[in-house]
T-cell receptor, first 112, second 115 residues
């Protein structure tokens, strides 16, 4: 959605490097999420944050880290401990009266 | 445990014909139900949701979905398919209330509309 900006769209990482994916939103939503999508597969939850300065591990948090210092921003760091990081990463926010989840355009991370 | 099933990995339909993409769920209580569409190399776009009321929900791009409580299903439908509808479709459910509002996704169904 237009209110969620993910950058960069494409990122290449060398073995042993940490990389950070940016997610910024102007929807004034409290909750933010990071999902991983492998080609031809569904979504898996990495981390989520219900409010500023708080975040929780999802189903596949190992090798990833996040921060939530501002309401608008929820960056995801893919560390060298993540052994298979090549994937499509999706950031999402949650808000509205029925707490609908809205997604950014995604970021491709490839290990070279 | 909560779960969402999309039993078909792929659905093939001819342009102009009606389409159905199936979704069943296992969630306690009356969940919120959602459909999303994903085009290649793009994020998921929200299509429609069921919260309460009429079991037939209308959404974007002419899509609709029918909530069936007894069958715990929320199938996505469109009366006349377009080639541009070809994409990956995800069903999702979220339990009302509870400690978190996490969304549970199905594995996705690839819709292929042939000209």
């Amino acid at each position: 959605d237009g209110g969620i900006t993910q950058s960069p769209k494409y990122l290449f990482r060398k073995e042993g490097q940490n990389v950070t994916l940016s997610c910024e939103q102007n929807l004034n939503h409290d909750a933010m999420y990071w999902y991983r999508q492998d080609p031809g597969q569904g979504l898996r939850l990495i981390y989520y944050s219900q409010i500023v300065n708080d975040f929780q591990k999802g189903d596949i948090a190992e090798g990833y880290s996040v921060s939530r210092e501002k309401k608008e921003s929820f960056p995801l760091t893919v560390t060298s401990a993540q052994k298979n990081p090549t994937a499509f990463y999706l950031c999402a926010t949650q808000g509205g009266t029925e707490n609908t989840i809205y997604f950014g355009e995604g970021s491709w991370l490839t290990v070279v | 445990a909560q779960s969402v099933a999309q039993p078909e990995d792929q659905v093939n339909v001819a342009e102009g014909n009606p389409l159905t993409v199936k979704c069943t769920y296992s969630v306690s209580g009356n969940p919120y139900l959602f459909w999303y569409v994903q085009y290649p190399n793009r994020g998921l776009q929200f299509l429609l949701k069921y919260i309460t009321g009429d079991n037939l929900v209308k959404g974007s791009y002419g899509f609709e979905a029918e909530f069936n409580k007894s069958q715990t299903s929320f199938h996505l439908k469109k009366p006349s398919a377009l080639v541009s509808d070809s994409a990956l479709y995800f069903c999702a459910v979220r339990r009302r209330g509870g400690a978190t509002n996490k969304l549970i996704f199905g594995t996705g169904t690839l819709l292929a509309v042939q000209p």
